[in-house]
């Protein structure tokens, strides 16, 4: 299922305040109807996602003095990609290094569907390799999120 979101609206949707710059703040998606809809709030407004939120993340706001970050090329997340491949202890890691690459267009969303013990797998090609694969969504444990955020960037940028 492809969704449109709008981008950051720089106001938390609780408060209505303007956020200051490196300030983190949580997004929700949320359907509407026919529609999507992305709600920005403050960390100390952040009460969880609400009940039908389709995803949410958090983010940080950009400093604009900060020089900005670059992630490493294409390839080189390629290849990290691949050194997880046979780590089933990092099954969380591969499926957010995964939703990143799609954000990136490196790989394509085909499909989401359950395998025969009903869990959540994504079906991904990669253009480049003329490759499918298919990702086991293990989605991270709240103390766990940080520290992939933590391990990602140290590792690709």
Known sequence: MD?????FTRHCHASGREFAPGEWYYSVLMTEGAESKRYDYA???W???????VGWWKSQVPDRTVKKKHWAPNDVMLCFFDELTDQSDRL????????LLVRRRVFRLEE???DAEGRE??????????TAYA???????????????????????
């Open 43 to 45: 960390a100390d407004a």
């Open 135 to 157: 990702i086991s969504a293990v989605l991270p444990s709240p103390e766990r999120i940080e520290q992939i955020q933590q391990e990602l960037a140290a590792l690709l940028q």
């Open 92 to 99: 969380d890691v591969r499926y957010v290094l995964t939703l």
């Open 112 to 114: 989401e569907k359950r």
């Open 121 to 130: 797998v994504l079906s991904v090609y990669c253009p480049r390799r003329e």
């Open 47 to 53: 009460q969880g996602p609400p009940e039908g939120a």
């Open 3 to 7: 969704y449109e979101v709008q981008g």
